[in-house]
């Protein structure tokens, strides 16, 4: 039941050859190593560890952004019965030392100079058990007197022969620290059996064909519950994974990659989307009809294969053309090949899953947390229903408990949380259930719609409840609005803080002569403000009158990780921004 054992030694004996995971080198593009390669890699840098002393149970940090030598040194922990505790790459130092101290880990991987500095300052505090630290790259600098070891050298003269160790299915695999919207993070406990069984359900519940020929590119942090159990599901499974460092370049490696497979979340496809209506509004007016007419094809086409049933003969031949003349470019756009994109993190509003079902490329909306070893539901490939967050994957209990929180029970559900009975309890009813925080409802079909979070609920002075989840998306699908923060709770109205996508609006200013000097003097403008009140007026048509947003004030900047104001996966804190932001708040009432 060791998570590394079962991943590693059926593919090596099932294709030995068969590439496992690709890379980038610097200047020298993408490269791969094949099962054979890769196992001989992960028992060297597994006895490495074992020969420093680390043993079953240990603590043992990933702190570095995606790459081969991350999922490396994940899968060596994990076969020596050691635990890998990962650390967000734009954590900082004081982030970073938290969870090293708390975890108590003994040794951490790093990535780049800022990761290696902060550790090495951390090792020499005295309280630390943090006892030496591994540089996956030669660029970085190092101090060798402080325990400071290249991978390269760490590994070199190790065995390539490996006895894994034997674990237990509610063995401790990993503990995964939550990125913390609010107050310290907290260290999830999943154990190798989460995954396992989680891995097990996803093949049950979609029963692909051909599995072992699909590639996928892993851009969102490994950090993360969602990519890793991807990543670690394909492998599994037999599929190739490459690594991509930098998510910035995410649009240039679609194309070189041509990955067929891809889990992201809804700020990726809500960007497709708006880019993709924003280049068909600006052609001519031939180019528009062909676009409209092949959208609502796509739509009647991606209906039918919804549902399961047969497609008449005139529509798939208008199909064939459309993709010629237009799902093809967009596709191209994306690497020309994926098919599959689990999407998950944040809610998605159904035109968005429904054009991208136009174009072929199926969308799984789920839904899951790290306490849950990510997915409890995904949409399957028949009969779901845009809006929801699909169907209960085999082996996930859902129930809807007080105050509309939807529960959960089966084999992904963490252990706890580390070292913090009081707050395990906490999250836990009587009978067993685990208390997910969100809230939601579930359909006479057992497709779960998530209404919001519980505790981001707001309730105006008037004693209207405010969702802010849902209004956002609707109004971030928009491509001249990158963020959005709702304001309501004791207030009057809804206003909200937003951070315009600056690459849009520069198009805009440009189009219509506006000169550019600075954003911070852009987004005060008389014109760009009534530009943007006319947007929002438009897209809160669909809304009550209480929800809709009745005051903005335009930000010159994004918020950013490195200012705590979002998450590593891209939530907004939103306590911390409305702290920061208080005197800009205040001044629209």
Known sequence: MNLAEVIIKKNVEKHPLKSAVGFKKKDAGWKELSWNKLSEIIYKTANSLKNMGIEENDRVTIYAD??????????????IGAITVPIYSTNNQEQAEFILKDSGSKMVLVGNQIQYDACLSILQKEETELKSIIISKKAVWI???FSSFYLEDFIAKSSSKLEFTPREKDDTATIIYTSGTTGNPKGVVIPHGNFINVFNAHFEYYQFKNFEEELSLAFLPLTHVFERSWSLLCLYGGARVYFLEDPKDIAKELVEVKPTMMCTVPRFLQKVFAGVLDKAEEGSPLKKKIFGWALQNGKQTA???????KIPFGLKAKETIANLLVYSKIKEKLGGRLWFIPCGGASLSPEVTQFFESVDIHITVGYGLTETTATLTAFPFRNFVHGTCGKALPGVELRIGENDE?????NGIMKGYYNQPEETRKVFTEDGWFKTGDAGKIDAEGNLTITDRLKDLMKTSNGKYIAPQMIENLLTNNNFIQQIVLIAEGKQFVSALIVPNFEFLKDYLKKNSIS??????????KEIIDFYKEKIKEIQQPLSDFEKVKKFTLMPAEFEI????????????????????????EKMY
């Open 406 to 410: 939807i529960q959960a029970k089966g």
């Open 143 to 145: 101090k060798k007197e």
């Open 303 to 309: 209906e039918y294969k919804r549902t399961g049933s």
């Open 562 to 585: 490195s200012s705590g104001e979002i998450t590593p996966t891209l939530k907004v804190k939103r306590n911390i921004v409305l702290k920061k932001y208080a005197d800009i708040i």
């Open 516 to 525: 550019f000097t600075n954003w911070e003097e852009i987004v005060h403008k």
């Open 66 to 79: 995606n790459s081969a030598e991350w999922v490396i040194f994940d899968l060596a922990i994990m076969s």
